[in-house]
């Protein structure tokens, strides 16, 4: 399957500008390796050590929340948008 990923704006840097990368994978957590393997510098940036998502994220598939007990087995169809957010705490 192939979706595309809208990079933060902060780490386009990484991605040498690119605001959106078109993947190919059929979860999330496929979708976020063939991003990792096209763009090392972003490798741990989304996914710790044990391969789950890290805290600082949350995911959109299509406007929608991903809220799944294990967010990265979530299927990803043809044609999907993912938005990785990051989480802002104030205070």
Known sequence: MSA???????????TGGESIIEVTGNTLRECLGT???????????F????????????IFINDKLVTASDELSVPVTEGDVVVLAPMIAGG
């Open 47 to 58: 996914v710790d050590g044990q391969g789950m998502l890290l805290l600082k994220w949350l």
């Open 4 to 14: 595309k990923i809208k990079i933060p704006g902060y780490l386009r840097d990484q």
């Open 35 to 45: 991003l990792a393997h096209r763009y090392p510098a972003l490798r741990g940036e």
